[in-house]
């Protein structure tokens, strides 16, 4: 950022007509901000990424001066100590270099679950959230949706639920009695998982999700068998906005029900029939259909018949004639868009964007002479998180994922060799691997999945969060590594 800035690669008129610069909640100017990169120069830069600064000003050349720039990011960035920050500085290259809002400009997370955005994000069903971009925290969205959904004004509490990792420690100090879990696998996806397994064990625990068992069966006091995903139906999204009609194939089979059928039944047996009129995946997105109307979202035009018949639609969607927004916030393109010029970024009250200044924090764990490795966490291509599918079809098993990663350099200094057993240790647990050598990974760090329910390790891995989004640190926790026999 800092070479893009001095390069005068950043968009002059996107930086006086469409930006603002903050400080935390503190407004700051753009001479603060040039001020404020003067302590992240490229040679300071390489100094913490261990890449030199003549890469760091090549970098900036290349993403500055060409025509478009498209920034995409994985996990990795989101799953730090500092996740939000990291995001909202990759997104503020794209905004001071201009590079949005055109063809091949744009910055583009690519999310780790297909239906995030849709099913979770965007129907506000995290704990500080409410639908279509709404949050619980502000009295004005809180009064929309009570009055939307036809329930009395202060139904909706101002506070904030427990995020994920905060409603596990809740269980473990006793404060969360009960919980349902659906559509995952915290017993192996969880960081530090052998604290919030004993959690699991405080509370009565009822698992609406396996179709076979998980880890996280084992500590259910009461189990609900769920249809798959080709046995309901519904609608779910891509990253680009993109809403598809996705239909039901087969009947579930024995006792087996959708998440939807599971929810109104806890509904129904907790006498608040009233409050979920909706009763089909059709019903439920027209509900969610009419409410957009009065977001930043709007996709009223979105029916259920349209998506059976189209091939995917892009809110913003206004009307029913509407084709679908392909970039947002482009005046004539977007039509919730309604100032001219090149952008009207209309989620703040000005139209402008605002790039954000923060200080590189420090980590929020750090090596050691015990612990002095970096562990990092992913995927592999053939494998699907926990495993709970791929991990056990055939053609899909035989992909081993009980490997670490490990450069050759170390490897000679620990004396490892190809095949052998190790296992990872931290100050939270330990997980068994093979040693795989490859300068894949860096020297003093270590790559594995968190794929294989035989090795987990997560049992390993930090539970710090990053303070805002609470997001986990999967992808930095110090290790150790130890040969042990077979």
Known sequence: MYEMVRRNYADQDMVDHFLNFKKGEESKTFDDFKAHLQNFTPEKAAEVCGISAEVIREAAFRFGSAKATMSLWTMGLNQQAQGVASNQLVMAMNLITGHIGRPGATPFSLTGQPNAGGGVRDTGALAHALPNGRQIKNPQHRKEMEELWGVP??????EPGYHAVAMFEAMGRGDLKCCLIMATNPAQSLPNTMK???????????VADSFHPTETTQFADVLLPASMWTEKGGVFSQSERRYHYLPKLVEPPGEARSDLAILIDFADRLGLSDIVPARTPEAVWEEW??????????FEGITYERLKHERGIKWPCPTEDHPGTCRRYKPGEDPMAKLTG??????????????FMHNQQPQAEQVSEVYPFLLTTGRV???WHTGTITGKLKETSMVRVDFVEVHPADAQLLGLEEGMHVQIESVRGTAPFVVRITDVVREGMLFTTFHSSKNIINHAVTDAVDPISHQPAYKRSAVSIKKINA
């Open 196 to 206: 919030y397994r004993q959690a699991m064990e405080k509370a009565f625990l009822v």
């Open 153 to 158: 004004a202060g139904t909706i509490r101002p």
């Open 342 to 355: 090149r952008h009207d970024f209309y989620g703040r009250p000005d139209g402008r964007a605002i790039i």
């Open 289 to 298: 259909r009419k409410i957009s109307k009065y977001s930043y979202y709007n």
């Open 381 to 383: 291509l053939e494998h």
